[in-house]
């Protein structure tokens, strides 16, 4: 299983963009780069996913590098609701046999006004 | 469309007792996951179901964790006898076969407290 690297806090204002990378160095051919969002007493929830270039979606935007060795979740405009705790997986979906994904230590987003 | 449903949402139990955890998925997910989320980390993987049967349990505690999911839908989580090292967040998901790597809906979990 490809191993992640992400920071474990970042701190923002309101209105600021975010950009929080995540290093996969030994990310397979295979692979796709999920990022979830975790609120305090929720389960994650999924932002976005990609394999290369750029990925956006109507809440963030996904960059990932030629060599895909790291991807960068970007969040427009933060806004207090955004603080909570943003996964980086690396991993592939079996066939027949589901998703092969691995949770890290995740990054805490704090959002200040 | 109805989230994936859980319960009990919290659960405090003495060491040495049993402990059961019940798992809806989202109607028509093939796919259904169990995680335990200590306090300050990411969601590690217990244990994943392909309808009904098992396609990863690497990660359970055998000796004290079992799962089932009968006729592929519901799950029912167990831990029996519990230690004070299961007091985590269990965390229900479910998936649906889509060809990539499946976005995985979670539930509100259980938080087990073991005195």
């Known amino acids: 299983l490809a191993k992640t690297t992400q920071p474990i806090s970042m701190d923002s204002y309101e209105g600021q963009e975010v950009n929080i990378t995540c290093s996969h160095n030994n990310i397979a051919t295979n692979d796709y780069i999920t990022w979830y969002q975790q609120f305090p007493s929720q389960g994650p929830r999924f932002i976005i996913q990609g394999y290369k270039t750029k990925v956006t979606n109507e809440v963030a935007s996904l960059f990932i590098p030629a060599d895909r060795k790291s991807s960068t979740l970007s969040l427009p405009r933060v806004s207090l609701s955004d603080t909570a705790v943003y996964y980086c997986l690396v991993g592939f979906r079996r066939d027949n046999a589901g998703n092969m994904l691995t949770f890290g230590g995740g990054t805490r987003l704090m959002v200040k006004p | 469309e109805a989230g994936v449903a859980q319960s009990p949402r919290y659960k405090i139990i003495e060491k040495r007792q049993s402990v059961a955890f019940w798992c809806n998925p989202i109607s028509g997910h093939a796919t259904l996951y169990w995680y335990q989320q200590i306090l300050g980390q990411g969601p590690k993987l217990l244990i994943q179901f392909q309808n009904n049967g098992v396609v990863d349990d690497s990660q359970l505690p055998k000796d004290r964790f079992s799962a089932e999911r009968l006729k592929g839908v519901d799950s029912t989580l167990k831990i029996q006898p519990a230690k004070l090292e299961d007091s985590a967040v269990y965390l229900c998901?479910?998936?649906?076969?889509?060809?990539?790597?499946?976005?995985?809906?979670f539930g509100p979990g259980t938080r087990l407290t073991v005195t």
């Open positions: 998901a479910s998936s649906l076969e889509t060809g990539f790597v499946d976005e995985q809906y």
